[in-house]
């Protein structure tokens, strides 16, 4: 399937263009294996010309053939490229960063390449009952490798005190892991699916 890429891009979410769309599938609980439970996915990663991509998921628990059943959870959050801050950058809150991006060409987004290959990213996922996750990671070429350096919890949210994601497009399709440490546990399989991109 070949990208295109969006004539409003920013140059730094390039690496990370392959991403933007909508995504739906199946996938399954744990293992995947046995009675572990299935469930389909939507996910849409969208941009709106700043250097991050906004991002949503939403699964259903599902029987074996992917009729929904119930809804199971939601999440959402940005991925972007996790690079130092530029003066031309915005925030905290509303204070306006440059019109013109921090990040103007593709030789500016290439000296962030990093040794080992590929681009240093971080990601910030958020769960409804006061759960967020930040993760910094790896995308290089069409894989990418996740892990949590800190997991916010509410007071009244469940325990879970680290994970990670992979993710993987292969033959024209995202797949994605994700382990979960939680209830004083290892990480242990937690969920995995395989998404198709939506035309």
């Known amino acids: 399937m070949p990208i295109e890429l969006p004539t409003d891009l920013t140059p730094e979410l ?69 690079r130092p801050l530029e003066d031309a950058d915005g925030g905290p809150g509303l204070i306006p960063g440059d019109i013109v991006p921090a990040l103007r060409t593709a030789d500016g987004v290439e000296a ?37 350096d800190m997991v916010v919890r509410g007071s009244n949210s469940r325990d879970f005190s680290a994970a990670t994601r992979m993710y993987g497009l292969v033959n024209g399709q995202l797949f994605w892991r994700w382990d979960v440490a939680a209830g004083g546990a290892a990480l242990a399989a937690h969920a995995s699916a395989a998404l198709t991109k939506e035309a």
């Open 112 to 148: 962030l390449r990093a040794p080992e290959g590929g681009f240093n990213i971080v990601v910030n996922i958020a769960h409804p009952r006061g759960v967020c996750e930040l993760y910094y990671g790896n995308i290089n070429g069409p894989r990418i490798e996740l892990a949590t």
């Open 14 to 82: 390039v690496p990370l263009s392959w991403l933007i769309g909508t995504w739906e599938g199946a996938g399954r609980l744990g293992e995947g294996e046995g009675d572990d439970a299935h469930f389909v996915q939507r996910v849409e990663f969208t941009h709106d010309s700043t250097p991050y991509l906004s991002y949503r998921a939403e699964s259903w628990l599902s029987d074996e053939e992917g009729n929904k059943l119930r809804p199971l959870a939601t999440e959402q959050g940005y991925w972007g490229l996790d």
